[in-house]
């Protein structure tokens, strides 16, 4: 079977599978063919990265991680669904049933309905919308209603101030999200993510024409994963959490599996806006190298996935914790002002013939506002070397 052949084989099987249907029901039945792989795909993905994580994590810190279900406790996650599915679904007698019912569904939906314009390989997306990217960021939005669907209809003060502090985090970091994108539509010319793929498929020699490979593209693509870090509620800014005041958050009265729902919400969050950062800066499903176009589109994708979820995986092992106020302060003092530097740095960069001098005038158009922003906030503080020693 040629490269080719092996790279298209899902979508021969689908168009295969297609031709044994009645053709009035060929719609809803090619509809339900390009759904059902992504709905069984990114969970199992999910069980996956959550014994990985907490095996790195115990790697990271020094301890062990799950080592007791199955083989090397790769059989973690059904031990961990089991548990989810035959815990007791506790309701406080105050709560509003039907909204705390819906909310974890929502927040699953929401995460869900966003992979419907994911490019995962060549020719290989549910629907390629012409605004794909404003469909991406609509539909994301909806992830802050049920945040304050669970905290309101908890009617608990604990839920509801931890739903304000998400919504007030989710909301700040969303602004510096979506302009870290608009580089890439100005540079694109078009809000479709496979036309944005598309355009980062070609090669100077062996090098590819990803819009991360720019001054403009490689800050976008910095931007982009810290406030990704923060939408997904990710260490170090996991402060919905509270150990001290509010414990769990808008989702402390919530147990079994609608607990379970919350965690898969935020793991498939995590999955979408990794994809979406593939597809804007990091040429989606192509190569890295001309030369290694054979391998399928599709393993790319998910080769890249797994490296930005590592990558998660050790900013949450490594950082420590923020506090509300830095948190807040980073978005709007440092985020902002930056994101919006980036897009006028990215209008240069199209007006300037090519050569080094671009290259030079726009890298120094956004290091030297980032040197006295960062300078700034240092003023008045005292920074110490700290050396932590772990028992053996």
Known sequence: MSPAAVDQIFVTTKHWLLSYVPGAWQPLTSAVLSVVPVLLVFPLLFAITTVLERKGLGRIQNRYGPNRVGPFGFLQPMADGIKSLTKED???????????FLAPIVLVLAAFIAYAVMPIGRNMVIANLDSGLLFFFAVGSMVELAVFMAGWSSHSKYSLLGAMRAVAQMISYEVPLVLASVVVIMAAGSLSTVSIVQMQAGYTWIWPHWYVFTPWGFAGFVLF???ATAEANRSPFDLPEGESEIIAGYYIEYSGFKFALFFLGEYLGMFATSGLA????????????????????????????????????????????????????????????????NLLDAGIWHFLPAGIVRWLICSLFLLIPFALFTRGAQQGQVLQVRTYRFSE
């Open 278 to 341: 593939i597809t804007l800066f990091l040429g989606g499903w192509s190569a890295p190298l001309s030369f290694l176009g054979f391998i399928p589109s599709w393993i790319w994708f998910f080769g890249k996935l797994l490296v930005l979820i590592a990558f998660f995986i050790w900013i949450r092992g490594t950082f420590p914790r923020l506090r509300m106020d830095q948190l807040m302060g980073l978005a709007w003092k440092l985020m902002l002002p930056m994101t919006l530097l």
């Open 90 to 100: 506790v309701v406080p007698h105050e709560a509003d049933k039907i909204v705390h």
């Open 225 to 227: 994963m810290i406030a």
